[in-house]
C-alpha cells in the first residue's frame, strides 16, 4: 500500500493543524492506520492508530486529548487532527499501514507501508 501524507505546516503553539493520508485504494478490514513522527535526532515515536475495521484507536501519552485520528472509508483516507499544538510536537509526522496485533501497535517495526512524510514545525 503506497501511502500518501499531506498537511504539515508551520503554526504556532497553541494552532491546530489537520494532516492527512489517503490509500490508493480500498483498505482491507484487518489493517491498522497509523501515525508516527520523528523529531531531529531522535527516534521514531508512536502518534496515534486506528484500526480499519473498528475504528479502535491508541493514542501516544504525549498527544492524548489533544489529538484525534480518524478516517473517511469512502475516500480511504485517515486523518490526524492536532489541537493545542505546542513547539515539542514539531516533527516529520508518517503515516503507517500494516496489521499488528493490539501489544505491538505502538512498534515502528510492526508497519510495513509508509508515507513520505510532512513536516509540523510549531513556533512558540
Known amino acids: 500500500v503506497q501511502l500518501q501524507a499531506s498537511g504539515g505546516g508551520l503554526v504556532q503553539a497553541g494552532d491546530s493543524l489537520r494532516l492527512s493520508c489517503a490509500a490508493p485504494g480500498r483498505i482491507s478490514s484487518n489493517y491498522v492506520m497509523a501515525w508516527f513522527r520523528q523529531a531531529p535526532g531522535k527516534e521514531r515515536e508512536f502518534v496515534a492508530a486506528?484500526?480499519?475495521?473498528?475504528?479502535?484507536?491508541w493514542y501516544g501519552d504525549s498527544v492524548k486529548g489533544r489529538f484525534t485520528i480518524s478516517t473517511d472509508n469512502a475516500k480511504n483516507t485517515v486523518y490526524l487532527q492536532m489541537n493545542s499544538l505546542k513547539p515539542e510536537d514539531t516533527a516529520v509526522y508518517y503515516c503507517?499501514?500494516?496489521?499488528?496485533?493490539?501489544?505491538?501497535?505502538?512498534?515502528?517495526?510492526?508497519?510495513?507501508?509508509w508515507g513520505q512524510g510532512t513536516q509540523v514545525t510549531v513556533s512558540s
Open positions: 503507517a499501514s500494516g496489521t499488528p496485533i493490539v501489544s505491538t501497535i505502538r512498534r515502528v517495526s510492526s508497519y510495513k507501508s
Open positions: 486506528l484500526r480499519w475495521t473498528n475504528t479502535n484507536t
